[in-house]
Nanobody, 125 residues
């Protein structure tokens, strides 16, 4: 599945952004979808994932309580709502998808078959 991530940009600390992940030519309904991010000089980090039925959701400890992942089946889109953004949230965010079930209480790069291009989120002070 080909994924497109959008919604990145420049925001002040404490602000909010919504990232969107859509698929061209494919239906995301049956996929586990998630977001990874990679900051300059840091390892890629699994941020959040949502199962195909929306019943299983994972958040990294670093974003719990601030980020919310959701699905809009009618629009074939998965969203990542990011609130109370911190300088440490600055990174390139990647949308990912896999036809299998989500990993339990974790996200690893090997758990996702499809990767979209990144969208840059920059949080300024």
């Amino acid at each position: 599945v080909q994924l497109q991530a959008s919604g990145g940009g420049l925001v002040q600390a404490g602000g909010s952004l919504r990232l969107s992940c859509t698929a061209s030519g494919s239906n995301l309904d049956s996929y586990t979808v998630g977001w990874f991010r990679q900051a300059p000089g840091k390892e890629r980090e699994g941020v959040s994932s949502i199962s195909s039925d929306g019943g299983t959701i994972y958040y990294a400890d670093s974003v719990k309580g601030r980020f919310t992942i959701s699905r809009n089946y009618g629009k074939n889109t998965v969203y990542l709502d990011m609130n109370s953004l911190e300088l440490e949230d600055t990174a390139v965010y990647y949308c990912v998808a896999d036809p299998g079930p989500p990993e339990i209480n974790t996200m690893t790069q090997w758990g996702y078959l499809s990767w979209g291009q990144g969208t840059l989120v920059t949080v300024s002070s």
